[in-house]
């Protein structure tokens, strides 16, 4: 399977503790997107990567939030000091930019976190 | 205002007949227009993208898009069960930019 893969696709983790997921884009991708998405809204934007360099970080993302991807390749989120308000789905895509072109974003299947 | 704006619906649809979502964008210089089909609990499967104004068929699927009035719309002909879903809407503003979505549709086709 070539498309976007993301781990763990389920977290449980209780208020307080620090989790991280992972995320591998398409491989010939160079831009890499993180979203949140909670029941009945759209995905909201986080993060994204062209390469290794992080070009935007959302404002809405609190600085207990941090997203690497150290190679250009593969991608973490982690998340400090979980909330019960971090509880959603996180979304990781990926897309091709080559000067004025950018591909369509393709999406993985998603890791669930749900803090208790 | 919201960037990107869809009506959450549910959008109620007879089985064969034709569904309409649409969507408007706040930003005038966007490029590059996307919807997204998204069943319960799944991640976003794309289905169609269109750039330029006008038209774009792919099958059951047509995307149109008109830049003057910074509205993008989403036809469905023929409709079956299987295209219940929520339809996400989202706009990207140049090759260097983010991509920021609606807060999608909900169409429900009834047989």
């Known amino acids: 399977d070539t498309g976007v893969s993301q781990n763990p696709r389920h977290k449980i983790t209780k208020r307080g503790q620090n989790v991280t997921f992972r995320c591998d884009p398409i491989?010939?991708?160079?831009?890499l997107y993180w979203y949140r998405q909670t029941l009945g809204q759209g995905p909201e934007f986080l993060t994204y990567f062209q390469n290794e360099a992080q070009l935007e970080k959302s404002r809405l993302l609190s600085d207990r939030f941090s997203a690497e991807r150290p190679k250009g390749s593969f991608s973490t989120l982690e998340i400090q000091r979980t909330e019960q308000g971090d509880s959603a789905m996180y979304l990781c895509?990926?897309?091709?930019?080559?000067?004025?072109?950018?591909?369509?974003?393709?999406f993985g299947q998603g890791t669930r976190l749900t803090v208790v | 205002q919201k960037e990107v704006e869809q009506n959450s619906g549910p959008l109620s649809v007879p089985e064969g007949a034709i569904a309409s979502l649409n969507c408007t964008y706040s930003d005038r210089g966007s490029q590059s227009f996307f919807w997204y089909r998204q069943y319960s609990g799944k991640s976003p499967e794309l289905i169609m993208f269109?750039?330029?104004?006008g038209d774009k068929e792919d099958g059951r699927f047509t995307a149109q898009l008109n830049k003057a009035s910074q509205y993008v719309s989403l036809l469905i002909r023929d409709s079956q069960p299987s295209d219940s879903a929520t339809y996400l809407c989202?706009?990207?503003?140049?090759?260097?930019?983010?991509?920021?979505f609606g807060s999608g549709t909900r169409l429900s086709i009834r047989p």
């Open positions: 269109i750039y330029s104004n």
């Open positions: 895509a990926s897309s091709l930019a080559r000067g004025s072109m950018n591909t369509e974003a393709f």
């Open positions: 491989s010939e991708h160079n831009r």
């Open positions: 989202a706009v990207r503003s140049s090759s260097a930019s983010k991509i920021i």
